[in-house]
């Protein structure tokens, strides 16, 4: 996790805390039922309540502020105030509300946090409703900020004026606002794990492509059926490469692409590249990210014929390794100087080293932390090997369908 979601977890359990202690008086009056006699103290089960009420508002909101989310939040953040009534707004318009009063009030919604919305602070004020059977008497706005600023506000509802209510509500709103910027957190990573993909995509040499619609081109007349194969696996290797949707993959798409892209490999090198696959079949089924392989087989390829007019030999293995898969990439080519191998991993590209080797293993490490980064083999003329090792399972990680 970064140090942005480090900080904002641990406000966000701060502020959980400060509800927690505020509202644990109301509770407390209220009494717990006799189910909650085990939990502690009426402060104690109050906490807890606040805690458990919060953890069931925060997915909604993970998924940023919109009217479906804020119409799933409102209910459980009125539970968490106690009041009477309570609306979530952005800053245009009302979301959701909950509770008695929206015929009337929601109209009002609007102006009432139009200073909010300006000034990014909270204020009460009067709600301005003369029903007398109305139990909405005050209001407190608390805005509702994100890394752009204030994106809309909370507003709830009480019978009279509180100074609690005022500090409740605020402390809310504080939450609320972590949980929105976790939120922006998530697309943000979304969107750089996406970036990191078409990165990955523009590297797919168009050298390459030419070189293997060259290499198909030249068995059309020798060898029709050749060139029709080679033809099929250039159609389902870019099909899978440029594929739209998805994170994660199978080990078994992984490899069936890799071998793809061998074949066209092979089609132009000839009996150059030699290649050897050992793969257990227990492993086949694990997830791991999308387009991590191919990269390492495309670097171990490149080098590995460099200079090297006898030709060279891959080796690709997978294998079970208890509760991870352990996925080597070797080659006997000219290798790599450490201190280049190093640049190249800081993210340092020099000339005619890619960006394959950074790419997957930085994309490895955000997904399952450092310890599951590249470990890397190599010198100059002792070939390279290159160690992937993924977990079986891991909370979150899924292939998608293609």
């Given at each position: 996790?970064?140090?942005?979601?480090?900080?904002?977890?641990?406000?966000?359990?701060?502020?959980?805390?400060?509800?927690?202690?505020?509202?644990?008086?109301?509770?407390?009056?209220?009494?717990g039922r006799a189910a909650d006699a085990d939990l502690g103290t009426p402060v104690e089960r109050a906490t807890f309540h606040t805690l458990h009420t919060a953890s069931l508002a925060a997915p909604p909101l993970r998924a940023g502020l919109t009217e479906e989310t804020a119409r799933k939040a409102a209910r459980t953040l009125r539970s968490l105030l106690g009041t009477e009534a309570l609306c979530l707004t952005d800053r245009g318009a009302v979301l959701a509300w909950d509770g008695p009063g929206e015929d009337h009030h929601r109209a009002h919604v609007p102006g009432q946090a139009a200073e909010t919305l300006a000034?990014?602070?909270?204020?009460?004020?009067?709600?301005?409703?003369?029903?007398?059977?109305?139990?909405?008497?005050?209001?407190?706005?608390?805005?509702?900020?994100?890394?752009?600023?204030?994106?809309?506000?909370?507003?709830?509802?009480?019978?009279?004026?509180?100074?609690?209510?005022?500090?409740a509500a605020t402390e809310l709103a504080r939450w609320v606002s972590v949980q929105l910027e976790l939120a922006e957190l998530d697309r943000s990573r979304t969107r750089i794990v996406e970036a990191e993909i078409r990165a990955l995509?523009?590297?797919?040499?168009?050298?390459?492509?030419?070189?293997?619609?060259?290499?198909?081109?030249?068995?059309?007349?020798?060898?029709?059926?050749?060139?029709?194969?080679?033809?099929?696996?250039?159609?389902?290797?870019?099909?899978?490469?440029?594929?739209?949707?998805?994170?994660?993959?199978?080990?078994?798409?992984?490899?069936?692409?890799?071998?793809?892209?061998?074949?066209?490999?092979?089609?132009?090198?000839?009996?150059?590249?030699k290649v050897t696959l050992q793969i257990a079949p227990e492993v086949l089924p694990v997830t791991l990210p999308f387009l991590c392989l191919q990269p390492l087989v495309e670097n171990a390829v490149k080098h590995g014929l460099q200079d090297r007019e006898r030709g060279c030999r891959v080796t690709i293995a997978a294998r079970d390794a208890g509760a991870?898969?352990?996925?080597?990439?070797?080659?006997?080519?000219?290798?790599?100087?450490?201190?280049?191998?190093?640049?190249?991993?800081?993210?340092?590209?020099?000339?005619g080293s890619g960006i394959g080797l950074s790419n997957v293993d930085e994309r490895l490490r955000q997904v399952y932390g450092a310890e599951h980064g590249l470990v890397i083999e190599t010198g100059v003329g002792a070939g390279m090997k290159v160690t992937v090792r993924v977990p079986k399972y891991r909370s979150g990680v899924h292939p998608s369908a293609p």
């Open positions: 996790m970064s140090g942005i979601a480090l900080a904002a977890a641990a406000a966000a359990g701060a502020v959980l805390l400060a509800a927690g202690f505020v509202l644990g008086r109301f509770a407390a009056r209220r009494g000034t990014g602070r909270s204020r009460s004020a009067h709600s301005g409703c003369d029903d007398p059977a109305c139990p909405l008497r005050w209001a407190v706005i608390a805005p509702l900020t994100g890394e752009d600023g204030v994106l809309g506000a909370l507003v709830a509802y009480g019978s009279r004026e509180s100074a609690v209510l005022v500090r995509r523009a590297q797919i040499s168009p050298h390459f492509i030419f070189n293997s619609l060259a290499a198909i081109a030249s068995f059309v007349r020798t060898d029709p059926e050749r060139a029709r194969e080679l033809l099929l696996e250039f159609a389902d290797f870019t099909r899978y490469s440029f594929r739209r949707h998805g994170e994660f993959a199978q080990l078994a798409d992984e490899l069936r692409s890799v071998e793809q892209y061998l074949a066209l490999a092979g089609a132009r090198f000839g009996d150059r590249l991870e898969a352990v996925v080597t990439v070797e080659d006997d080519g000219i290798g790599m100087d450490p201190e280049l191998l190093r640049a190249v991993l800081r993210g340092e590209h020099p000339a």
